[in-house]
C-alpha cells in the first residue's frame, strides 16, 4: 500500500474525542467497545472517558482528533498544555504511558496515593488483576523515604509489585524495582 493510501485509510479511521474537563470523551459506541477491550478509558453512561495521558497517546499514533466545544481540533500540544493545567506531572506521566504501551503492557489508571498506574502482564487484561503498580518520579523532584515507605507498604498490603519510573531530564525512562528489606532480628 502506497504512503498516501495509508495514511489516507488511517484519517479516516480516526476516532473522534471531545475534549472536557475530566478528559476526552469518545461517544461512538463501536469505538468505545474497541477502545475498552485494549484498555482505555473508564465507561461512562455508554461514553468512554480517556484520561490525558491516554488521549495524548492516541493523537500522538494518529489514532484520535480531539476537538473543542466549538468543534475546533486540538492539536497534540495544545492537549499537552491543557493536560499540564490539571497535572504538573502530566509530561512525566504520558512518557512513561507511552513507554510502557509501546512495549505492549495494558496501563491503566492507578489508585490511591501516588499510584499514577496498574500495569497487567502481556495477554493478562481482563483475565487478572494488575501485577504492577507504578509510581511516576522526575530526576530533580525527589520524594521522602517516609513517603516511598507508605507507597511500598500500601502495595504490599495489596499483594502488588511497586515500580518506580524515573524519567531523566532528557527524556528517558529507567524502571526501579521496589520492595520492603526486613531483616530478621539478630540472636542473643
Known amino acids: 500500500m502506497s504512503k498516501d493510501k495509508e495514511q489516507q485509510t488511517r484519517q479516516e ?12 470523551k469518545v ?3 463501536q469505538r468505545v467497545e474497541e477502545l475498552k477491550t485494549k484498555g482505555y478509558g473508564i465507561n461512562e453512561n455508554g461514553e468512554l472517558l480517556l484520561n490525558f495521558y491516554e488521549a495524548l497517546h492516541l493523537v500522538d499514533r494518529g489514532l484520535l482528533e480531539v476537538k473543542d466545544e466549538k468543534g475546533e481540533k486540538i492539536g497534540f500540544q495544545e492537549l499537552l498544555q491543557i493536560s499540564e493545567k490539571a497535572d504538573e ?7 512513561v504511558y507511552r513507554d510502557l504501551r509501546s512495549r505492549g503492557y495494558v496501563v491503566r489508571e492507578g489508585f490511591g496515593t501516588n499510584i499514577d498506574f496498574r500495569v497487567y ?3 493478562e487484561y481482563g483475565k487478572d488483576t494488575a501485577k504492577y503498580l507504578v509510581l511516576t518520579l522526575q530526576e530533580g523532584k525527589p520524594i521522602t523515604l517516609e513517603e ?17 519510573a524515573v524519567m531523566s531530564r532528557r527524556g528517558e525512562i529507567v524502571y526501579y524495582s521496589v520492595s520492603q528489606l526486613t531483616l530478621p532480628s539478630p540472636s542473643v
Open 13 to 24: 479511521a480516526k476516532i473522534d474525542g471531545l475534549l472536557t474537563e475530566k478528559g476526552i
Open 148 to 164: 516511598l515507605n507508605q507507597i511500598v507498604r500500601q502495595c504490599q498490603s495489596l499483594k502488588k509489585e511497586l515500580i518506580v
Open 89 to 95: 506531572n502530566a509530561w512525566a506521566k504520558y512518557m
Open 27 to 29: 461517544k461512538a459506541k
Open 121 to 123: 502482564e502481556r495477554g
